[in-house]
Each structure stands twice: as structure tokens, then as C-alpha cells.
Nanobody
């Protein structure tokens, strides 16, 4: 059974750092695009960062330069290093693994989320 599990969230002060982890089982993460999303109360879920199977990364403008997404293929784990955290980064962060092969299949898997709270 496929499982995607986030960890590493918590309470930090502005300017602090956290590293989120997303461990996947039941899939080969190296052939999936891995995304980090976040959702604040009353807001839509938004894409924060993504990394393709080839290692290409993409970031939301609001986090570029502060957040880094990277993957450890051997551990089948993707990470989100979050530095210089701001109160507006407060949200539940979700990991998503997705693959879309046109004319073949489309798959995606979500974790349950991990809470990140950045205090005033």
C-alpha cells in the first residue's frame, strides 16, 4: 500500500528554520514529481515547491531563496528545508507524489500533513 508521510513540523520563531521530511513507501519516488503544498486556515492549498524526477525544482515566489526542496533517492525521501521563516509561512504542509503519463495513467498520493507554526 502506498504511504506518504510528512514529519518535521513544529513551532518556530520568525527567522528560524525547519526541515520537513516526506517519506514514501510503495512507490519509487525517483519516477514521481514530488511537491510540497501548504494550506493556511481559510486559504486555498498552494504549491510551495516541486522537484521533478530529473531534479528540476520549482518554487513559489513567496518562498524562493528561503526554501529548498531536495530528494534523497536512496532513502526514498524528499525534504523541504525552510529558512528565514515568517509568520505567513504558518500552514499545514502536505507532501504529494504525482505522475502523469499521457495515454497511460495518472497517479497521485497525498500525505496527511504536518503543522508548521511561526510565531510572531
Amino acid at each position: 500500500q502506498v504511504q506518504v508521510v510528512e514529519s518535521g513540523g513544529g513551532l518556530v520563531q520568525p527567522g528560524g528554520s525547519l526541515r520537513l521530511s516526506c517519506a514514501a513507501s510503495g512507490i519509487d519516488m525517483s519516477v514521481y514529481t514530488m511537491d510540497w503544498y501548504r494550506q493556511a486556515p481559510g486559504a486555498q492549498r498552494e504549491l510551495v515547491a516541486a522537484i521533478s524526477p530529473g531534479g528540476t525544482t520549482n518554487y513559489a515566489d513567496s518562498v524562493k531563496g528561503r526554501f529548498t526542496i531536495f530528494r534523497d533517492t536512496a532513502k526514498n525521501t524528499v525534504y523541504l528545508q525552510m529558512n528565514s521563516l515568517k509568520p505567513e509561512d504558518t500552514a499545514v504542509y502536505y507532501c504529494n507524489a504525482n505522475r502523469w503519463r499521457l495515454g497511460v495513467d495518472r497517479s497521485d498520493y497525498w500525505g496527511q500533513g504536518t503543522q508548521v507554526t511561526v510565531s510572531s
